[in-house]
């Protein structure tokens, strides 16, 4: 495993199938030649259609839960790219590049924007709670691109995440008249037929069932030795 993803983050996930392709994207992601490309929904909308977070971070402990914070003096660089790609009424989606590959590095830069993403309430707080819009953090690793793999440029890029998903294609498809009308319900007296006919296939079938039984267990009985 060669890129690591948040446990609430969808989107690609790099995994290597042998060490000398391991060793490369490793290498790679050291020299910065890997290009990674995230979408977020956020609360609001920054003033500006883009523009670059470069705010140092560091990991402390609160208790025995670890986060992330800002820390100019003794954080490690930290640089974010975003582009806002549209925007809503009290949204908006952003399309994150990170330079460096810091923990929760893309939300915590969203927090110091002042636009937290959506479901991500461990530095967003209750505010991002939107049940309609998704149940997860809404951060999906859209696109990454790799300019030199074994001599070639691999661009690999995955479909829209569920929370960009329409509402109608996230609810599974109901059978085709899967509701029935009242008035084609059938009358009182022919449910009561159905119900009587139905029970009387079912005395009768035991009836058969014990004829049976009793058969075969005369014919063991006059078989045996006694």
């Known amino acids: 495993l060669v890129h ?12 290597a ?12 992601f050291k020299n910065k030649t890997i290009r990674k490309t995230y979408l977020a929904f956020v609360l609001g909308s920054p003033k500006k259609e883009e523009g670059v977070i470069n705010i140092p971070i560091c990991k402390k402990f609160v208790g025995k839960n670890e986060k ?3 820390d100019r003096v003794n954080g490690k660089e930290a640089i974010t790219e975003f582009k806002l790609l549209e925007k809503f009424e009290e949204h908006s989606l952003l399309e994150l590049s990170p330079l460096t590959g810091r923990t929760h590095q ?13 479901g991500d309430v461990k530095y967003g707080g209750r505010d991002v709670i939107k049940r309609d819009i998704s149940r997860r953090v809404c951060l999906h690793a859209k696109k990454i691109v790799i300019e030199d793999f074994f001599g070639k440029k691999l661009e690999i890029e995955t479909d829209l995440p569920d929370f960009l998903m329409p509402k109608e294609e996230k609810v599974p498809n109901k059978a085709p008249n899967q509701e029935v009308q009242k008035d084609k319900l059938p009358r009182r007296d022919q449910r009561e037929e159905t119900e009587d006919s139905s029970r009387s296939g079912r005395s009768d079938s035991r009836k058969d069932s014990r004829k049976v039984f009793y058969k075969k267990g005369k014919n063991f009985r006059s078989k045996r030795k006694w």
């Open 17 to 28: 199938r042998n060490s000398n392709a391991a060793n490369l994207l490793t290498e790679a």
């Open 4 to 15: 690591r993803l948040d446990k609430d983050t969808s989107g690609i996930l790099l995994i």
């Open 106 to 118: 893309l939300r915590v830069h969203c927090k110091e924007l002042g636009h937290p993403i959506i």
């Open 68 to 70: 992330v914070y800002p």
